[in-house]
């Protein structure tokens, strides 16, 4: 489809929990992206993936996020043991874009809020 | 760190005109300029892009200065569908990264 699928559109999770994400980028879309929205503006970069493969994971915090995109399979991101400082909307985007060229741009899906009581 | 300066926000009646301005003084030759908006409860939406020359598309129209330090976006007729944050994005393809890196955006309000 045209639209980049996110699933769940909203979790809670208990502090301490296991909360996962689901990202289903557009067909063809070689680059997946997840960025973290956690006050009304504010986006941070968590990481990227081309193909099945990291690009970026330089705004990932490693302690208790990881980030796969198999194929054949939507992507995810999984956030071990929350915090309430994880309280935010992520929002998974992907693009076909080549570093040669311009003539893109990102999709990105609704994204899903995740609340951590 | 986001590489633009945009005002946090901005007001507009409907059918007029809006221009949302952006300075990007240490733009470098290989930067594209990228717009997106993020309407209430969705996600950043691609708008519009450019490199030296102005660029219309059915969304919207980008001025970009001659010494492309600045840029502004033009939303012709302004409809309350446009209200949203509005984003101007500095974009290198030789950077080695596919990432937008998001400043804080233009809020920008449409009044009936």
């Known amino acids: 489809g045209e639209e980049v699928a996110q699933t769940p559109k909203h979790l809670v999770r208990g502090e301490g929990q296991k909360a996962k994400l689901y990202c289903a980028p557009i067909?063809?879309?070689?680059?997946v992206f997840w960025y973290q929205q956690v006050l009304k503006n504010e986006f941070k970069f968590l990481i990227s993936?081309?193909?099945?493969?990291?690009?970026?994971e330089t705004g990932m915090p490693k302690e208790r996020f990881s980030a796969k995109c198999l194929p054949n399979s939507p992507c995810s991101l999984e956030i071990q043991a929350t915090k309430l400082e994880d309280s935010a909307v992520y929002f998974c985007?992907?693009?076909?874009?080549?570093?040669?060229?311009?003539?893109?741009?990102?999709?990105f899906g609704s994204g899903t809020r995740l609340t951590v009581v | 760190d986001a590489k633009t300066t945009q005002p946090n926000s901005m007001e507009s009646n409907e059918e007029e005109p809006v221009h949302l301005p952006c300075n990007h003084s240490?733009?470098?030759?290989?930067?594209?300029i990228h717009w997106y908006r993020q309407l209430p409860s969705q996600g950043p939406e691609y708008v519009i892009h450019?490199?030296?020359s102005n660029v219309n598309n059915r969304m919207a129209s980008l001025a970009i200065a001659e010494d492309r330090k600045s840029s502004t976006l033009i939303l012709h007729r302004a409809t309350l569908r446009d209200a949203a944050v509005y984003y101007c994005?500095?974009?290198?393809?030789?950077?080695?990264?596919?990432?937008?890196?998001f400043g804080k955006g233009t809020k920008l309000t449409v009044n009936p």
């Open positions: 985007a992907s693009s076909q874009s080549r570093r040669d060229d311009p003539n893109y741009g990102y999709t």
């Open positions: 067909k063809g879309h070689s680059y």
């Open positions: 993936f081309q193909n099945e493969n990291v690009f970026d």
């Open positions: 240490t733009i470098s030759g290989t930067d594209y």
């Open positions: 450019g490199l030296t």
């Open positions: 994005i500095l974009r290198d393809l030789q950077g080695g990264s596919e990432k937008l890196v």
